[in-house]
């Protein structure tokens, strides 16, 4: 496992915590950042990912709604629903990172924590909303 790999797990426990016990992204990251032992490139990308869900949430959810056309994201399963807004937030928040590379360990992430189906699905949703977030990337 990558190091960066390792920090987009942290990343959606967080997201997945968070939406479980009814907290703030923020208050999830306080609470797991102690046990959590992350170098300063994980942490920041955490974080990252954190201030995006916490200020722009709602921007993150409407990409996945446009882009899960047929699925309310309500009706999701909550690792998934997590998944992607982990991934749609890192997209929107680093642009630096390819967006190619987010998708990729999205779907290992789904793949690990998911359902058997969890990988094509998070697969085509982030696809469709990559592609309207950073069309210049495909």
Same mark, same amino acid.
């Given at each position: 496992?990558? =190091?960066?790999?390792? /920090? &987009?797990?942290?990343?959606?426990?967080?997201?997945?915590?968070?939406?479980?016990?009814?907290?703030?992204?923020? =208050?999830?990251?306080? /609470? &797991?950042?102690?046990?959590?032992?992350?170098n300063d490139d994980q942490r920041e990308l955490v974080a990252d990912v954190v201030a995006m869900l916490e200020s722009r949430g709602s921007e993150v959810d409407d990409a996945l709604r446009g882009a899960a056309e047929r699925w309310p994201l309500e009706r999701l399963a909550a690792t998934d629903r997590a998944v992607l807004r982990v991934a749609?937030?890192?997209v929107m928040a680093r642009?630096?990172?390819?967006?190619?590379?987010?998708?990729?360990e999205a779907i290992d992430v789904a793949r690990?924590?998911?359902?058997?189906?969890?990988?094509?699905?998070?697969?085509g949703v982030l696809d469709r909303a990559a592609r309207a977030l950073r069309p210049e990337e495909f």
């Open positions: 496992m990558t =190091l960066r790999r390792r /920090a &987009r797990e942290v990343a959606f426990r967080v997201a997945y915590q968070a939406e479980s016990a009814g907290d703030s992204f923020a =208050l999830a990251w306080t /609470a &797991r950042q102690e046990e959590e032992k992350l749609l937030a890192e642009p630096g990172t390819p967006v190619r590379v987010i998708i990729d690990t924590f998911g359902s058997a189906e969890s990988g094509r699905f998070v697969n």
